[in-house]
């Protein structure tokens, strides 16, 4: 497949949060260990690796299966229910940046390029997250409550340019997670890659960054236009 040219810059840039933009994961951490303690277990490694980028159902489902628990609705709101309250503790106490993103966000903000916040938290705490990352950077936020088929699934995305009026194969995806890079290569858009906890594989439409130090649109089209 050609790639799509970027000559002119992207038609919007779609920024994933945790781990992209905040380092919120190891935030997570804490409240999702806590909860397998509260269920009778212990939260392994592999699990918590296999989480990350996924919303809040399949994170839950993934525990339960891990401690050997069935996937009762009502077990499944209760730790729903809890997972959100402890966490929105945490958010509120702030979250860490990653190295460069405020600076990437105000440059592509400047430039008039339409951006979204696609996230898989839900709306509820990523309105506590955007006490800190600030509203003012995004037009619009996608969250994990809010769609039917989450990331891995390209729904996301694909709603949010949507939403923005833009073509998704002309857009630039943020991500950080094999689930949301998943994601955004299937959506259909081109994805930059800043890898955070797990590892990602290169692939097709797979651009891989160390950091987001020095992301502005020049720069942005520059990596996707060579």
Request: net charge negative.
């Amino acid at each position: 497949m050609t790639r799509p040219s970027f000559v002119d810059g992207p038609a919007a840039v779609l920024w994933d949060m945790d781990g992209t933009l905040v380092d919120s994961e190891k935030i997570w951490d804490i409240p999702l260990a806590e909860l397998a303690v509260r269920l009778g277990g212990e939260l392994s490694a592999e699990t918590r690796a296999e989480m990350v980028g996924s919303n809040q159902e399949r994170t839950l489902r993934l525990l339960f299966a891990a401690l050997g628990l069935p996937p009762e609705p009502a077990a499944l709101a209760e730790a729903g229910d809890w997972l959100v309250a402890r966490t929105g503790e945490l958010f509120a106490a702030g979250l860490p940046w990653r190295p460069g993103a405020p600076e990437a966000l105000r440059a592509i903000r400047s430039s008039g390029v339409p951006t979204a916040l696609v996230t898989s938290t839900v709306r509820e705490l990523t309105e506590i997250a955007l006490d800190t990352i600030g509203r003012e950077h995004f037009d619009l936020t996608v969250c994990g409550d809010e769609v039917t088929n989450p990331k891995p699934d390209p729904e996301p995305y694909r709603a949010a340019a949507a939403r923005l009026g833009v073509d998704i194969t002309r857009c630039v995806v943020v991500e950080d997670s094999p689930t949301g890079v998943t994601a955004g290569v299937a959506s259909g858009a081109t994805v930059l890659v800043i890898p955070c906890d797990v590892p990602v594989n290169s692939g097709e439409r797979r651009i891989f960054r160390e950091s987001l130090v020095g992301v502005d649109l020049a720069e942005l089209s520059a990596l996707l236009s060579r």
